[in-house]
């Protein structure tokens, strides 16, 4: 009776982390995923890399195999935004070019949330005007959605007072996110962050 | 002989001075001085840019308000600010801009900013054009914009043409 229990109190346990872990629906998952992601992952292993497809500004097939090993900074925004975004790209070059050779491992990209009018070569123009690492990443909707959710960013059509259609605007999470060789999410940047305080971070995880 | 060395010195300073866009302005209209009208250069094919003033200080006693701005670079031209909702960046229209007095208000990358909507052109990094400011007090003011690169980082020093990378 006694060893029941005893199977029955650890499954339960179980079955909870185990919830925990693996998630579940995203507004219904518990608070302490947020807070406990490394310990969870020093003790059940690394969380499972979640997956995306997407087109680079050279229209190169990219997932998330082709980074491995490297630390990614993204972006989300789109190319006709006026000040968020050529704001933030420019922060994010500042901040590389400050870090030097210590930026090595990291990629900057740029992920449309308006692939309609941000074709790869009108992403590839672009991005010309700011650090020359940069990757420019557009798909599909369901393609650009699916790695929005991973990033937990988001981003809506705004209606605009024009009577233009071809003039509108996007609304979009305007937070850098980084994230390490494993694909996790180790920090993020607001976009208020001078390109020096950026510098600074970066370099003191890249030096762990 | 001097004389041509003379004034060929002129002329290459002149050309310097000019070309590191020195004549980066101040304005002062009553008590108000409004510094160094910059503009983004636009993107590729997109009919928005966007133009900010360094700072505009309020030297009085009395509140002024930013309340219009006009000019013929665009179809319409407004101030905005940015704001996040719901962990969403976006732009509101806002219809005037606050000049407290002893304070100084900036319109800059990330905050308030003049939107230029419609576009007649592309936005040209070295071009300028002219804006007219609408102050609730002080009146209006013709300022002249100069138009920077479109990375151009928020202290404008950083100009990623000369570096090699």
């Given at each position: 009776?006694?060893?029941v229990?005893?199977?029955?109190g650890?499954?339960?346990?179980?079955?909870?982390?185990?919830?925990?872990?693996?998630?579940?629906?995203?507004?219904?998952?518990?608070?302490i995923?947020?807070?406990m992601?490394?310990?969870?992952?020093?003790v059940?292993?690394?969380?499972?890399v979640?997956?995306?497809?997407?087109?680079?500004?050279?229209?190169?097939?990219?997932?998330?195999?082709?980074?491995?090993?490297?630390y990614?900074?993204?972006?989300?925004?789109?190319?006709?935004?006026?000040?968020?975004?050529?704001?933030?790209?420019?922060?994010?070059?500042?901040a590389?070019?400050?870090?030097g050779?210590?930026a090595?491992?990291i990629?900057?990209v740029?992920v449309?949330?308006?692939?309609?009018?941000?074709?790869?070569?009108?992403?590839?123009?672009?991005?010309?005007?700011f650090?020359?690492?940069?990757?420019?990443?557009?798909?599909?909707?369901?393609q650009?959605d699916?790695?929005a959710?991973i990033?937990?960013?988001?981003?809506?059509k705004?209606?605009?007072?024009d009577?233009?259609?071809g003039?509108y605007?996007m609304?979009?999470?305007?937070?850098i996110f980084?994230?390490?060789?494993?694909?996790?999410?180790?920090?993020s940047?607001?976009?208020?962050?001078?390109p020096?305080?950026m510098a600074?971070s970066?370099?003191?995880?890249?030096l762990? | 002989?001097?004389?041509?060395?003379?004034l060929?010195t002129?002329?290459?300073?002149?050309?310097?001075l000019?070309?590191n866009g020195v004549?980066?302005?101040?304005?002062?209209?009553?008590?108000?001085?409004?510094?160094s009208?910059?503009?983004?250069?636009?993107?590729?094919?997109?009919?928005?840019?966007?133009?900010?003033?360094?700072?505009?200080?309020?030297?009085?006693?009395k509140?002024?308000?930013l309340?219009?701005?006009?000019?013929?670079?665009?179809?319409?031209?407004?101030?905005?600010?940015?704001i996040?909702e719901?962990?969403?960046?976006k732009?509101r229209?806002?219809?005037?801009?606050?000049?407290h007095?002893?304070?100084?208000?900036?319109?800059?990358p990330?905050g308030?900013?003049?939107?230029?909507?419609?576009?007649?052109?592309?936005l040209?990094?070295?071009?300028t054009f002219?804006?007219?400011l609408?102050?609730?007090?002080a009146?209006?003011?013709e300022?002249?914009?100069?138009?920077?690169?479109?990375?151009?980082?928020?202290?404008?020093k950083?100009?990623?043409?000369?570096?090699?990378?």
């Open positions: 009776m006694k060893r229990a005893y199977i029955f650890i499954g339960v346990v179980v079955i909870a982390i185990g919830v925990l872990v693996l998630g579940g629906d995203d507004k219904k998952r518990s608070p995923w947020d807070y992601p490394r310990a969870i992952s020093a059940f292993g690394p969380k499972p979640k997956e995306f497809a997407m087109i680079d500004h050279n229209m190169q097939s990219v997932t998330h195999e082709t980074y491995t090993g490297k990614l900074l993204t972006f989300f925004g789109y190319t006709y935004c006026p000040d968020v975004c050529p704001t933030g790209l420019s922060d994010i070059s500042q590389l070019d400050i870090l050779p210590n090595e491992k990629i900057p740029f449309t949330v308006d692939p309609n009018r941000d074709t790869p070569e009108i992403l590839k123009e672009y991005l010309e005007n650090h020359p690492k940069f990757v420019g990443l557009t798909g599909t909707k369901a650009i699916t790695l959710k990033y937990k960013a988001r981003y809506v705004m209606k605009t007072e009577d233009d259609p003039t605007y609304g979009h999470t305007s937070t980084l994230t390490g060789p494993d694909q996790q999410l180790i920090t940047y607001n976009r208020d962050v001078k020096e305080a600074l970066l370099k003191s995880i890249l762990r | 002989m001097t004389h041509k060395i003379l060929n002129l002329f290459a300073s002149a050309f310097l000019a070309s004549f980066a302005k101040d304005y002062q209209l009553g008590d108000l001085k409004i510094s009208p910059w503009a983004r250069a636009s993107a590729g094919p997109a009919k928005t840019g966007a133009a900010y003033i360094v700072k505009i200080s309020n030297t009085g006693a509140m002024d308000r309340i219009g701005v006009a000019g013929s670079i665009a179809k319409r031209v407004e101030t905005h600010n940015n996040i719901n962990g969403i960046a732009m229209h806002v219809n005037a801009i606050d000049v007095p002893g304070h100084a208000t900036s319109l800059k990330g308030y900013h003049i939107m230029l909507m419609g576009l007649k052109a592309p040209k990094a070295g071009q002219p804006l007219t609408s102050f609730e007090k009146g209006e003011i300022v002249t914009v100069e138009v920077k690169k479109i990375g151009a980082g928020r202290k404008m950083m100009d990623r043409s000369k570096m090699k990378h």
